[in-house]
């Protein structure tokens, strides 16, 4: 005979109880209302110059998930500083492992009013191994300005899906 317990509607009702429990103390996930998804939809993004520039701006208009449809009201533009340091030395004293450092520095503006509404520095550091062969280094080089940028992104869609789900405009 099977327990009551593991029956196959337990974790149903497990999964109910705790959501009732979770709505009662007040929890609300970050993209339950619509006014965060359709406020990150509408903010245009601005590219840096170069490479990291243009693919941190690919990046955002992914993570913020831009509709074309809707008129911006938001404008996102950046600034980015991208530095790099050896980590791993050879022992004939070259360079075979690097740790590249991409920082964004962002502000969000009202499109309607001009002014700022929010800003912030946003980094990440990816590390990547430099081959003997020029073509795999640079590659392994372009692969880590890629993943550097997917990060900032990432975090800079979560701090404004963070503000835009708490309706405060600080800057």
């Not at 327990?3 to 007040?26: I, Q, R, W």
């Not at 970050?30 to 110059?49: F, M, N, R, S, W």
């Not at 372009?142 to 404004?160: G, T, Y």
Request: proline share 5%.
């Amino acid at each position: 005979m099977k327990h009551p317990l593991l029956s196959k509607t337990f974790p149903v009702a497990l999964f109910a109880v705790a959501a009732l429990g979770l709505s009662a103390c007040g929890f609300t996930p970050l993209y339950g209302p619509q006014t965060v998804t359709k406020g990150l939809g509408a903010i245009e993004v601005v590219a840096d110059e170069g490479r990291a520039g243009y693919l941190l701006r690919e990046k955002l208009d992914d993570v913020l998930a831009r509709n074309p449809n809707l008129l911006p009201a938001y404008r996102l533009s950046y600034k980015l500083s991208e530095k790099r340091y050896a980590r791993g030395v050879r022992v004939d004293n070259v360079a075979n492992r690097y740790e590249l450092n991409l920082t964004a520095y962002w502000t969000l503006t009202d499109i309607k009013t001009s002014k700022a509404v929010r800003s912030g520095t946003t980094a990440a550091a990816v590390t990547y191994d430099s081959a003997d062969q020029p073509y795999a280094s640079i590659t392994a080089q372009q692969d880590s300005q890629e993943r550097a940028a997917a990060e900032v992104a990432r975090k800079i869609q979560l701090d404004l899906a963070t503000w835009l789900a708490g309706g405060k405009p600080t800057t």
